[in-house]
């Protein structure tokens, strides 16, 4: 899973010119990986990243406070299609820390519903971490994110040809 987000990580550093935007959601692509995301406030990201060869996809957020690789943390989600309580997978890439959220369909969904979402997380203090996100543009983003890239065509040469 570290290696998944040291993936991330150079997606993220992709030029704008490589990433296609669909609203407010941007989809980069490195190797076989794609990525649509949606910044938030704070720096903070939600997304999709995709390995469409493979057919495997994963809902992530970004988060602003520490993780511990490969534990476990409840997450609230709420958007317009409604609210539903999950978890999520702590990865790390440097001084970045990531979730990867549980339940995928229902995370999904709540993206294309074109509204606001909303994720929160209980923290140690007793108060909750909450991060919200645009989703304008994720239907397609996402469609794109989990869509094999189209091979290229190399044109023949005519004078190559055998006869």
Do not use: H
């Amino acid at each position: 899973m570290k290696i998944l987000f040291a993936f991330i990580a150079g997606v993220f550093c992709v030029s704008a010119q490589a990433a296609q935007m669909f609203g407010n959601w941007e989809v980069s692509e490195l190797k076989d990986l794609r990525v649509a995301r949606v910044g938030g406030a704070a720096g903070s990201t939600a997304g999709v990243m995709c390995t469409p060869s493979e057919k495997t996809c994963s809902a992530f957020i970004s988060i602003d406070f520490s993780c511990e690789d490969g534990a476990s943390y409840p997450v609230m989600l709420n958007s317009n299609v409604g609210a539903y309580s999950s978890t999520g997978v702590c990865a790390s890439s440097g001084d970045s820390y990531y979730l990867l959220i549980d339940d995928f369909n229902a995370t999904i969904s709540a993206f294309e519903s074109g509204g606001e979402v909303g994720f929160a997380f209980p923290l140690k203090s007793g108060q909750f971490r909450v991060l919200r996100f645009n989703c304008q543009g994720a239907t397609a983003a996402i469609k794109l994110a989990r869509t094999l890239p189209k091979t290229a065509t190399t044109p023949r040469n005519p004078a190559s040809q055998v006869l």
